[in-house]
């Protein structure tokens, strides 16, 4: 839906998920990809279309629940590592999948709260647990090497994982990261519903935030 309204040239990972490839498969799969598109910077890569149309100079990440998650992870790795001759913009987060063990806002009270703990040991069955720097930025010790300074975030009023998308601004802001980071609630929706009801008024203001977001570079 974004692309017609911009001048966008939008790429699409459809990473390896679990729990046929468990966690961090879908990371290190994500990462592969950028650094193919990246492979294109001089003009000289694989895909004529690229070569052609991208421009390195201003590239975005989004994602929406677990692909926001990868989103806010390949920042990061952006950050630590470095993709030559990209200059990443902004990330687009919504409904960031973000956990863990000690309960915030109003997780205490969501029945459902059990079964996201499950659900990640699920998909990571090697992993520390609810806890992982993978889910809980609070636990990254590299969260403030995101590689970009513009993040918007966006949570719904309804979904168990809101508060996490709050605490998400609070939490880069104390850590001292050097970025402009905003955050806007959706009233009365759940979890992703801009994929369930992508014509919806809601889904539409979201999706002109997303449009100011990245026009505004």
């Given amino acids: 839906m974004l692309s017609p309204k911009m001048s966008l040239y939008p790429i699409k990972k459809a990473y390896l998920r679990a729990p046929e490839h468990p966690i961090p498969i879908a990371y290190e799969d994500s990462w592969l990809a950028l650094k193919w598109v990246a492979s294109h ?34 920042a990061i790795r952006v950050g630590l590592e470095g993709l030559p001759g990209v200059k990443l913009e902004g990330v687009v987060l919504a409904n960031p999948y973000f956990w863990g063990v000690d309960r915030i806002g109003s997780e205490s009270g969501k029945e459902f709260a059990p079964k996201v703990d499950m659900l990640w ?26 590689g970009c300074k513009r993040m918007l975030v966006f949570v719904a ?16 802001q104390k850590r001292g990261w050097n970025g402009v980071v905003e955050v806007i609630e959706t009233k009365g929706e759940d979890h992703v519903f801009h994929i369930f009801k992508p014509t919806s008024h809601e889904a539409l203001v979201l999706l002109n935030h997303v449009v100011t977001f990245i026009k505004h570079v």
């Fill in 121 to 146: 040991r699920f998909a990571s069955p090697k992993s520390s647990g609810s806890d992982d720097p993978l889910i809980n930025p609070d636990k990254d010790p590299n969260l403030v090497k995101l």
């Fill in 157 to 172: 009023e309804k979904d168990i994982l809101k508060d996490r998308g709050l605490y998400y601004k609070e939490l880069l």
């Fill in 41 to 74: 910077v001089g003009g000289n890569g694989s895909d004529a279309w690229l070569n052609q149309h991208a421009d390195f100079e201003k590239v975005f990440f989004a994602g929406d629940s677990a692909g926001a998650n990868l989103a806010h992870q390949m």
